[in-house]
């Protein structure tokens, strides 16, 4: 695998995720709810849904950043590439702690399923559904999504270690050591650039 590849399977895994989150969970939350019915609930999940849309279009454009850094069609270059990878993680973080800690947390389950069995429960109990139901889809494209950013790492580190094993002379011009002649001098006692 190169960088690039690393990259382009992130983007493809955060695609699938921001599908699941946009498509299928903030979908729900919408239009799946009562016509004219407000509940704190329903705030609730709009808030997070589209949270996790902007977290998706943070981690996307990051994500671009490092496929931009991951040398295609050029040199890679591991400075950016490994800033993208920490910008991309960040968002990462925040999306499953968005989604697993707080809008799929077994709190908020319980808060679904009590919504759906109480008396005002009638006209959300599908909505309450349609949630949940989006909710269990979008765990599996979040595991992807981490999984390919933990290879993006693996990738990274294995080109980066390489990167230092390589000899000095191989990285970069040798700077004159002790007792090397120095730059030659011209007439003003300025040093000469040959």
């Given at each position: 695998?190169?960088?690039?590849?690393?990259f382009?399977?992130v983007l493809?895994?955060?695609?699938?995720?921001?599908?699941?989150?946009g498509?299928r969970?903030?979908?729900?939350?919408?239009?799946a709810?009562?016509?004219?019915?407000?509940?704190?609930?329903?705030?609730?999940y709009e808030?997070?849904?589209?949270?996790?849309?902007a977290?998706?279009?943070?981690?996307?454009?990051?994500?671009l950043?490092?496929?931009?850094a991951?040398?295609?069609g050029?040199?890679?270059?591991?400075?950016?590439s490994?800033?993208?990878?920490?910008t991309?993680?960040?968002?990462?973080?925040?999306?499953?702690?968005?989604l697993?800690?707080?809008l799929a947390?077994?709190?908020a389950h319980?808060?679904?399923?009590?919504l759906a069995?109480?008396?005002?429960?009638?006209?959300?109990?599908?909505?309450?559904?349609?949630?949940a139901e989006?909710?269990?889809r979008c765990?599996?494209?979040?595991?992807?999504?981490?999984d390919?950013m933990a290879?993006?790492?693996?990738?990274?580190?294995?080109?980066a270690?390489?990167?230092?094993?390589?000899?000095?002379?191989a990285?970069?011009?040798?700077?004159?050591?002790?007792?090397?002649?120095?730059?030659?001098s011209?007439?003003?006692?300025?040093?000469?650039?040959?």
């Amino acid at each position: 695998m190169t960088m690039a590849t690393a990259f382009e399977a992130v983007l493809l895994a955060l695609e699938e995720l921001r599908a699941c989150a946009g498509e299928r969970l903030h979908w729900a939350v919408l239009h799946a709810r009562p016509a004219g019915g407000e509940h704190v609930l329903a705030g609730r999940y709009e808030d997070g849904a589209t949270e996790m849309l902007a977290l998706a279009e943070e981690a996307e454009a990051a994500g671009l950043r490092g496929e931009a850094a991951a040398g295609l069609g050029a040199a890679l270059d591991l400075g950016g590439s490994a800033e993208a990878l920490v910008t991309l993680g960040r968002s990462v973080r925040a999306l499953s702690r968005r989604l697993h800690g707080s809008l799929a947390s077994p709190e908020a389950h319980a808060a679904l399923q009590a919504l759906a069995g109480s008396e005002e429960g009638r006209d959300w109990a599908p909505w309450a559904r349609s949630v949940a139901e989006a909710l269990g889809r979008c765990r599996e494209p979040m595991t992807r999504l981490e999984d390919q950013m933990a290879g993006a790492w693996e990738e990274w580190a294995e080109l980066a270690l390489a990167a230092a094993a390589k000899p000095r002379a191989a990285r970069r011009p040798r700077s004159r050591g002790p007792g090397s002649p120095g730059p030659k001098s011209s007439a003003g006692g300025q040093p000469h650039v040959e």
